[in-house]
């Protein structure tokens, strides 16, 4: 129980991650494949995101002499920078792979994975 | 300006692949492609020169100092996989009619370039950076653009062959970034020097050890599929088939040798051999799984009617020597690995463009249609012979020097067997390329067709490659000399 309680956001991120990955093994439909892995990077920047933020911590702007009483307490800002360029990379994995499965339903008709195998295994080329 | 090279070994490409888009014609993007590969190779060579004759090269990207900033490490290893990695794009991107087997309407090359480009880019800032995140950034360019190069294929089934290695290739990558988070949450840098150091405290004082092991895990897995460890290969054979011949020469002599060395990066560099083979024993998982993917490869590639699938499965036995070297754990074995990462990347190389020249003219890759080619073109097929020999690992070929030093890395880790199965399975490439040489040279050709030899300017970049292993195969001593200092680096203190 209280491994659960401590670690709570990580127990999320571990089911988003499971979830997304369950998706891209268990459907057929090529969009939805994509939709698992974009879940599935998603996972991982909350991952990082967690792993950044300090309860009460701010950002990390310094603040003027004197308005703050005590220390101020920041938030690690790396983490959160490097989920830009993760995100960049998953839009741009999204976009491709859209790409993808528009000029596969031009070529084969359909976007199911089993139909498209079928129809691979048929053709003897 | 020479400071200046790591860096724009990898701005280069990267400036240039916009500027084919602004260029908008085939031509023209396709001599700046051209050059720029070239002008990279010169300064990779610079760097290479640099880096054996002194010091290894630090550059701080921005001035920014090392554990903070992004820093480029060039050592003995990095820089002499700049030289493999831009001596074949400048080979492969010259090389003849780049539209024959592209789906891309004429006016639209300067796409596919652009795409050239960037995955060039990608492979080569893996290479020279020290950042693990930066590595993480690399790899998704680099691939990125290799799946788009793929999908370029003739067929449709190029398409599916490119969707299902973007699902297994950001699922790898995915894997990489979770390791490299549970990494920066233990230590708190992503410097690969800085993080050797404080892994290694880590896992001295055994404190945090089970993040520390699952990051291990996610890296290694990331890695693995990215460099197609058996059984993690499946995506391999489909890609390597379906693209278009010459991006197959490219990433086959390219994109899995740069995983391979994040690998070696990532074991030897970061977490330590003592970790890593001591703690750990990842060799018991390793060792066999090379050892599988050797025979279970080659066998596959013996039963292939398609020759360029049956290169792709000789390609993951290959990898599988490679790993093999670097489980042994000793200097000899791992150089071995290395000169073996230089001597199939020409070697394989050599031979995709032998299947590009065949492809130009008979505008088939099955085995049946190639009866009797080798009469009709001498040139090409004598290649193919040479190239053969080499994946056997004939003596005078790069394959034999390099296999020859897998031996010996496993006779002195004391593993007899594994010295005999490297043999053994060295007898399968004897077969699968005999089955090539006896339908191309010893069969009849067809009467109806009458099929010249291929151009000049597919037969020459064929050749320099094909040369190349037997050039290598003949000075040993260039390629051993960086491949046994990269080793020693590796093995020794961190890098």
Redesign the interface.
Known sequence: MNAITEHGVYWLCIALMMTGLYIVISRDHLVKKIMGLNIFQVSVIMLYVTMAKISGGTAPILQAQGSESGEAVYSNPLPHVLMLTAIVVGVATTALGLALVVRIQLAYGTVEEDEIVRMDREDPE | MSEHYPVLLVVLPLLAAPICLLLRHGTASRILAVLVAWTCLAMALEVLNQVTSGENISYMLGGWAAPYGIEYRVDALNAYLLVIVSVIASVVLPFGETSSDLTVRTGSLYLYHAAFLLCFCGLMGIAVTGDL?NV??FL?VSS?AS??LI?LGK???A??A??SY??MG??G??FF??GV?LL??KTGTLNMADLAVRVRELTDAGVGLRSVIAAFAFLVTGVSIKLAVFPLHQWLPNAYTHAPAKVSAFLAATATKVSFYLLLRVLFGIFGAAFVFGTLRLHVLLVPLSILAMFSCSLAAIYQRDIKRMLAYSSIAQIGYMTLGLSTNTELGLTGSIAHLFNHALTKGGLFLVVACVAFRLQSTKLEDWSGIGRRMPWTMAAFVVGGLSLIGVPGTVGFVSKWYLVLGALDAEWLPVAILILFSSLLAVVYVWRVVEIAWFREPPDDVEIKDAPLSLLLPTWILIGGTVFFGLYTEITIEVARKAAGLLLGVAP
Do not use: K, S
């Open positions: 995140f993480f950034v998704e990125l799946y788009a999908g067929g449709r089934r398409l599916r490119a969707f973007l699902v950001t699922i990558g995915t970034l979770i988070g920066y949450q």
